[in-house]
């Protein structure tokens, strides 16, 4: 079986036009999501939707509460898929929400040998609090390498994602059950003098997310 799996942003909505009567077996896609993350320090919002197949995947379609197709990938010319990642453009929320409506969405892929294999997701629009950093506070400098962050946590957050990046390279990723409010960051993760990113994710049960960024120096 083919592992690759596909990650796309797309800038524009289009379709392909799946014909769904009488094209063979249907299979069913696995795992699939579709989840709202929110950069409240940004004020950026995407939707992103994922799924995993046990049949090789030539193409997929993702179609809107009404219907309308509003995702799309294609297989690398020659390749196929065994799932995929499908991100939005970057949007305010109030645009966001308003074009991506809540709800369940179909998901229709074509199979490497013809064959049509759907699956579904629903997106919801609820989103867990952002939370509130207490240290390091954006703009701060001397901060140890080894520092202890804080944030005040929502009651209603099911995890939190911690992530630490400097240089643009991902340092540390980290996962935490809910009522987490601190991590100690290990010794030599961290480069002294260095301006580091700060990204604090609350995850709601429904997998939507919230995320704050603070940015410090190292001392």
Do not use: C
């Not at 995407?46 to 309308?68: F, K, M, P």
């Not at 490497?112 to 207490?134: C, N």
């Amino acid at each position: 079986m083919y592992r690759t799996t596909a990650a796309f942003s797309l800038l524009a909505l289009a379709a392909f036009g799946f014909q769904q009567a009488n094209e063979g077996v249907i299979f069913q896609l696995k795992e699939e999501e579709m989840i709202l993350e929110f950069n409240a320090t940004l004020n950026e919002a995407v939707v992103i939707a994922s799924a995993e197949s046990e049949e090789a995947l030539t193409r997929v379609d993702v179609r809107g509460t009404t219907g309308s197709p509003v995702l799309h990938v294609w297989a690398p010319q020659g390749g196929t898929l065994s799932g995929f990642e499908v991100e939005t453009a970057e949007a305010s929320l109030p645009d966001l929400l308003a074009t991506y409506a809540e709800g369940e969405y179909a998901m229709r892929a074509r199979a490497q040998d013809g064959r049509l294999v759907s699956g579904s997701a629903v997106l919801s629009h609820l989103l867990p609090a952002p939370a509130i950093v207490t240290y390091p506070l954006d703009g701060d400098s001397n901060v140890p390498t080894d520092p202890t962050v804080t944030w005040t946590p929502d009651p209603g957050a099911s995890a939190y994602q911690v992530i630490l990046e400097q240089d643009e390279n991902d340092g540390l990723t980290v996962k935490l059950p809910a009522g987490s409010g601190s991590f100690h960051v290990p010794d030599r993760v961290l480069r002294s003098g260095t301006e580091t990113l700060l990204e604090v994710v609350a995850i709601g049960a429904n997998g939507n997310r919230t995320q704050v960024e603070v940015s410090f120096t190292t001392l």
